[in-house]
């Protein structure tokens, strides 16, 4: 089993920019892919962008491509996002979820088997 911890979240102004960490415990070997999703209220949950385990590849949502740059420490077991030129829109709650399949780099939530518990952006226009 994995444990999945987001933090870094936060209100912030259009324009801004913050990092949301989340950090992995419990059965780390068996972690491949990870990713970033995010939820604002009504909508489904929605891709963002997805990192493979040695960090060679990158996968970004249009929405978010040139914005934001996902990154991993496996020494650390930690993911992160970086987020810059933040906008309304990107008002949701971000989640981190880890894939157990290696070499596959999927926006599709239901390949991600084990998902963190959330962390709050804000973004204020």
């Known amino acids: 089993q994995v444990q999945l911890v987001e933090s870094g979240g936060g209100l912030v102004q259009a324009g801004g920019s913050l990092r949301l960490s989340c950090a992995a415990s419990g059965s780390i070997f068996s972690i491949n892919t990870m990713g970033w999703f995010r939820q604002a209220p009504g909508k489904e949950r929605e891709f963002v962008a997805a990192?493979?385990?040695?960090?060679?590849?990158?996968y970004y949502a249009d929405s978010v491509k040139g914005r934001f740059t996902i990154s991993r420490d496996n020494a650390k077991n930690t993911l992160y996002l970086q987020m810059n030129s933040l906008k309304p829109e990107d008002t949701a709650v971000y989640y981190c979820?880890?894939?157990?399949?290696?070499?596959?780099?999927?926006?599709?939530?239901?390949?991600?088997?084990?998902w963190g518990q959330g962390t709050q952006v804000t973004v204020s226009s």
């Open positions: 979820a880890a894939d157990s399949m290696p070499y596959r780099l999927s926006s599709l939530p239901k390949v991600y088997n084990q």
């Open positions: 990192i493979t385990r040695s960090g060679d590849s990158t």
